[in-house]
């Protein structure tokens, strides 16, 4: 039973560029959440998504960012007009069902770098 | 807004020494707290989570202990190896999962 499948390990963008990163969730998990990891810093909760729903985003910034999850293939976060400061490790997580009362699944994450 | 905080920030120790790494947050209102183990350039690995109706959790070398009512947890690595050299991360749920910045842990041989 593979596990939660993130791709690309590494991506590097130059600034104004568009991040586009995936996240397959484990086998029979519809709930995905994305978390980022800055230097030295603890996770930040990002987003949260069911097949086809945005469930909570209060994590997300206002602009550039956007997140879908659709009915067929991976969760997507995407970044338009990537600025230095997005440069971090960006997390997907996937549980089987949404009240937190099971452990979250991690991916290895995607460590974007925007030169 | 729940905070998060863990104490230390890095820990040294000899190869075998019994350690605890402690968690703290503001919001006692919380679904479960869940200790997690972070390698190098690696993702999260769950370690133990405590639901919020139990007071510890035990898995093989680990003891995780939760006191809602004063906002504490505590991982407790007993005979401390060097493979257990690692960030430990404590987050807690309840509408969302918040995380501590982690513990950097060493273990020397």
Same mark, same amino acid.
């Given at each position: 039973n593979a596990g939660v499948m993130q791709n690309p390990r590494h991506l590097v963008r130059r600034r104004g560029q568009e991040a586009r990163l995936r996240c397959s969730p484990m086998k029979g998990h519809s709930h995905v959440y994305w978390y980022r990891q800055l230097p030295e810093e603890g996770l930040k909760f990002m987003v949260y998504l069911q097949k086809e729903n945005i469930i909570d985003e209060s994590g997300m910034p206002k602009e550039r960012f956007s997140a879908e999850f659709p009915k067929e293939g991976p969760s997507i976060l995407r970044i338009q007009q990537v600025v230095r400061g997005d440069s971090a490790a960006y997390f997907c997580a996937s549980s089987p069902r949404d009240n937190y009362n099971s452990p979250l699944h991690f991916g290895n994450g995607t460590r974007l770098t925007v030169t | 807004k729940q905070e998060v905080t &863990? @104490?230390? +920030? +890095?820990? %040294?120790?000899p190869e075998g020494e019994n350690l605890v790494l402690?968690? %703290?947050?503001?919001? %006692? +209102? @919380?679904?479960?707290? &869940?200790?997690f183990r972070q390698d190098p350039g690696k993702g999260l690995t769950s370690l133990l989570l405590i639901q919020s109706s139990q007071r510890e959790q035990t898995s093989g070398r680990l003891n995780a202990s939760l006191d809602k009512s004063s906002g504490r947890s505590t991982l407790y690595i007993a005979a401390s190896q060097p493979g257990d050299s690692a960030t430990y991360l404590c987050a807690v749920s309840n509408n969302d999962m918040r995380f501590g910045a982690g513990t950097r842990l060493t273990v020397k041989p």
């Open positions: - | &863990q @104490i230390p +920030a +890095a820990l %040294s120790v402690n968690c %703290s947050f503001t919001d %006692s +209102a @919380i679904y479960n707290l &869940q200790w």
